[in-house]
């Protein structure tokens, strides 16, 4: 077996509206179609694939994650995340990773799950 890619990732929520709101205004994720589990939840897309499921109804504290850390996304650009962010009013960190062409935010969504945002920099 050879993996190719992940595939998406699953954050349990206490506000679904609220994340599903942050998912877009944050990152552009797209609320799109999802099975009639019987469960409430959403899966936002990216492109052509549901990256992040979110599950409403979430017992979870703003401190407490699970065994979940972070989540990591791509963006293209790095001042137009910058911006998207700013935008948002989302606070965020930045650093650049040592002896590799790549900068990285990071920031929280509403029930403390960690975003990492990787961008590529030119050589």
């Given at each position: 077996?050879?993996?190719?890619?992940?595939?998406?990732?699953?954050?349990?929520?206490?506000?679904?509206?609220?994340?599903?709101?942050?998912?877009?205004?944050?990152?552009?994720?797209?609320?799109?179609?999802?099975?009639?589990?019987?469960?409430?939840?959403?899966?936002?897309?990216?492109?052509?694939?549901?990256?992040?499921?979110?599950?409403?109804?979430?017992?979870?504290?703003?401190?407490?994650?699970?065994?979940?850390?972070?989540?990591?996304?791509?963006?293209?650009?790095?001042?137009?995340?910058r911006a998207r962010l700013g935008k948002a009013g989302i606070v965020f960190r930045?650093?650049?990773?040592?002896?590799?062409?790549?900068?990285?935010?990071?920031?929280?969504?509403?029930?403390?799950?960690?975003?990492?945002?990787?961008?590529?920099?030119?050589?």
């Amino acid at each position: 077996m050879a993996l190719s890619r992940i595939d998406h990732v699953t954050i349990r929520v206490n506000d679904l509206a609220r994340s599903r709101a942050f998912y877009a205004e944050a990152l552009g994720l797209v609320d799109g179609a999802r099975p009639a589990f019987p469960f409430p939840g959403a899966w936002l897309w990216l492109d052509d694939r549901a990256v992040v499921h979110l599950v409403g109804g979430g017992e979870s504290s703003a401190d407490d994650t699970g065994a979940f850390d972070h989540v990591a996304f791509a963006p293209t650009d790095l001042e137009s995340t910058r911006a998207r962010l700013g935008k948002a009013g989302i606070v965020f960190r930045e650093t650049k990773v040592p002896g590799l062409p790549l900068h990285q935010l990071f920031f929280k969504d509403p029930d403390g799950v960690s975003i990492e945002l990787n961008v590529a920099l030119e050589k």
